[in-house]
Nanobody, 126 residues
Framework: QVQLVESGGGLVQAGGSLRLSCAAS????????MGWFRQASGKEREFVAA????????YYTNSVKGRFAISRDNAKNMVSLQMNSLKPEDTAVYYC???????????????????WGSGTQVTVSS
């Protein structure tokens, strides 16, 4: 069992930055691949970024490449998402998720994830 709690959301102007954090509790955090997803109002939840259990592999959706960076600290049971050059279309509730996978490429699929946080709101004003 893994419990996830996100923090760091808020209101920011376009072009600004935010850093989201996800604190994990439970055993064997370093076995889990971690992902960030987002869900805008009226839309389906979508993949944003993911990182493999050892931090060696990362994935990003095309719309955030070069602007967002995912990282993890297994000693602290934390995963972070640094978001730069934010755009109004980045506005959404952002969710942290954890899943056990044999192939890191599966981290891009929402069905991979077993555990989810409750989300943190990110609002980017124009």
């Amino acid at each position: 069992q893994v419990q996830l709690v996100e923090s760091g959301g808020g209101l920011v102007q376009a072009g600004g930055s935010l850093r989201l954090s996800c604190a994990a509790s439970g055993r064997a955090f370093n076995r889990y691949g971690m992902g960030w997803f987002r869900q805008a109002s009226g839309k389906e939840r979508e993949f944003v970024a993911a990182i493999s259990s050892n931090g060696g592999t990362t994935y990003y959706t095309n719309s955030v490449k070069g602007r967002f960076a995912i990282s993890r600290d297994n000693a602290k049971n934390m995963v972070s998402l640094q978001m730069n050059s934010l755009k109004p279309e980045d506005t959404a509730v952002y969710y942290c998720a954890a899943g056990l996978v044999g192939r890191p490429t599966l981290l891009q699929s929402i069905s991979t994830y077993e555990y989810w946080g409750s989300g943190t709101q990110v609002t980017v004003s124009s």
